[in-house]
């Protein structure tokens, strides 16, 4: 229920980048600056799930509906890492066990 | 208009209060936080937004666009498989979180969800963390609870203070909190690392301090070792109560007592803990209206809002944060509870 009460809405809007951030030990405000600055879009379309699907696509970050050929688990988190420029450590494990 | 509104009690039954009683009900609620946990009172603003709040019509509430938090769970995969009693194990429970309920985060856990258990089954949750990462895009964590009264005897190795200390055994008691706490402490380590070798985006110390505050110091030094040693793994940290039981009573944390911390020191010691994130709990007390809970509880949460320096990331369930102490929370203090811990309370999520 709080998922629809108040929050960001995960992959549908820019949810899971957004607690990507919160998760490094930033602010909730600077966050969503921070991952609104990186997908070049406002704050206010973070949580935005129209405005964001067409973000997500054009990044292919995953969405909430598979899509033939498109990226997603780790995938997406590899696309995600590069997007915030930070590190994920289940993507650098995974680089690691692919030697890259 | 009718001076008449709906509103419930702490243990969910519901009510009709007029404006002046819930007005008499949120005034006393925040006056008992400000005395006991030496909160500031919220002004008049808080108070007249949290009004409206409570006297809203419509049965389920949201935040205004853009004040929207990131939302996380304790006892994660628990609550499909097991609680729900769903047939689906746990990487799909997790996917139906990223998928279908959108959460920003989620927790996989184990079913016995103390640290100690899980000592032995570490190699098997330690895979079950590489596969949803390959499945999932959301960030994962995994959490459980120190529950340090698992190492007293008869079960575990170390005397039973619990034992000791109605018969006035008071230094028998403290010696056997103090080695439970190493014994605690290095599980912890042992598990969060073997977690974050496995690509766990991050460890969740959940309901620190059930057993007191040598229980809430096995925590926060466990998070002080992994969080240095593991610097991109994320660390969050609930509190079991909304004040650290002194069941030793003389225990330091970075030259802070833990005992009868409230969440504005609480706080503290988690930031010098090197944890990422604070989860705030504030008790309901189930004879009171939800009215005097949720002013009582947004009273605590504004205040250590107003000194963190990390997120803050309410525990908003049954019986906490407001909630009423019922199993099935209604869904208009729920929503009632997201909507002022974010508005009111400037919370970062829950």
Known sequence: MHEMAAGMGGIRTAGDLVARMVMKGMKIN??????ADKLGCSVFDLSDSAKMKEIRESLDIGTVLSRTNAATGMAAKIKIAELLDIKIPSVEKFKKLISI | MKDSFFTRMGDGEGVWMSKAELEEEVQKGMENAVKKGKSQPLDKEDIDKLMDILM??????SVERGNEGVVTFDAGTLKLPVRSNIP????????IHERILCSD?????????????????IAEEGMAMEAAQM???MPIFYGAMPNMGLYTQPDGPVENWSVALPEGRIKDACDAQEQALELCKEDMIFIGSKMAEAGACGIQFDTIGASGDADAIAALEAAKVLSEKYPDLSITMGMANEFHLGMHGKLMFEGEKIAGQYPVRQIKSVEAAGAHSYGCVINTNSSKSFAWNLARSLTYVKEATRVANIPVLVNAGMGVGGIPLTNTSPTDCTTRVSKAMLEIGKADGL
Do not use: G
């Not at chain 1, 600077?30 to 991952?35: F, G, L, M, S």
């Not at chain 2, 689906?88 to 996917?95: H, I, Y």
């Open chain 2, 105 to 121: 985060t989620m927790e996989l856990c184990h079913v016995d969800y103390s640290y100690k258990a899980i000592k032995n089954i």
């Open chain 1, 30 to 35: 600077e966050a969503k600056k921070y991952v």
């Open chain 2, 88 to 95: 689906v194990d746990r990487s799909t429970a997790l996917m």
């Open chain 2, 56 to 61: 809203m019509p419509a049965k389920n509430v």
């Open chain 2, 135 to 137: 499945n999932c895009i």
